[in-house]
């Protein structure tokens, strides 16, 4: 998975024969997905409860003339709560060109990581998995001791 076409052929008659059937105007993306769909359908129809429907609104931006908009341009909303974007906001302070840009859900994300110390700098990879964890775990005890506090001072 993820991998080049050519790759995952492994030799020319394969990887021809692949491009020709992505190529057919007889084979369309609907087709493909007609058994998938089908079968969604029967086993909702045999689920007495309720079913969880999920929806992904994602997108990925590839865009290289503004390398600002390359990430997930998703709302925040849809992975973090009102009180953990909040409490990043308060917590990690926004580079100076970033605090009039739309924060997208890519942009808390990054302010997880730098919870989890991920410095961010311009030449960075990606931060890891332990990071990603170590920023969490940080947000979650962070959010706990405020909403204990809330409830000892009132405030």
């Known amino acids: 998975m993820g991998q080049s076409?050519?790759?995952?052929?492994q030799d020319w008659a394969n990887t021809k024969a692949a491009y020709r059937f992505f190529?057919?105007?007889r084979v369309s993306e609907a087709d493909i997905l007609a058994g998938h769909f089908q079968s969604t359908r029967d086993?909702?129809?045999a689920t007495d409860g309720l079913v969880l429907v999920l929806h992904d609104t994602t997108e990925f931006s590839y865009t290289r003339e503004n390398s600002e908009a390359i990430g997930i341009t998703a709302p925040p909303d849809l992975a973090l709560t009102a009180a953990e974007i909040?409490?990043?906001d308060h917590l990690v302070k926004d580079k100076e060109r970033q605090s009039l840009q739309r924060k997208t859900l890519s942009h808390y994300l990054t302010k997880i990581a730098r919870l989890g110390g991920y410095l961010a700098r311009a030449n960075d990879p990606?931060?890891?998995n332990t990071v990603m964890w170590r920023g969490?775990?940080?947000l979650t005890?962070?959010?706990l001791g405020a909403i204990i506090g809330t409830?000892?001072?009132g405030n």
Do not use: F, H, M, Y
């Open 5 to 9: 076409i050519p790759l995952v052929c």
């Open 23 to 25: 190529s057919n105007e």
């Open 43 to 45: 086993r909702t129809a």
């Open 86 to 88: 909040g409490l990043l």
């Open 126 to 128: 990606p931060p890891g």
């Open 136 to 138: 969490l775990s940080r």
């Open 141 to 143: 005890d962070i959010e």
């Open 151 to 153: 409830k000892i001072v």
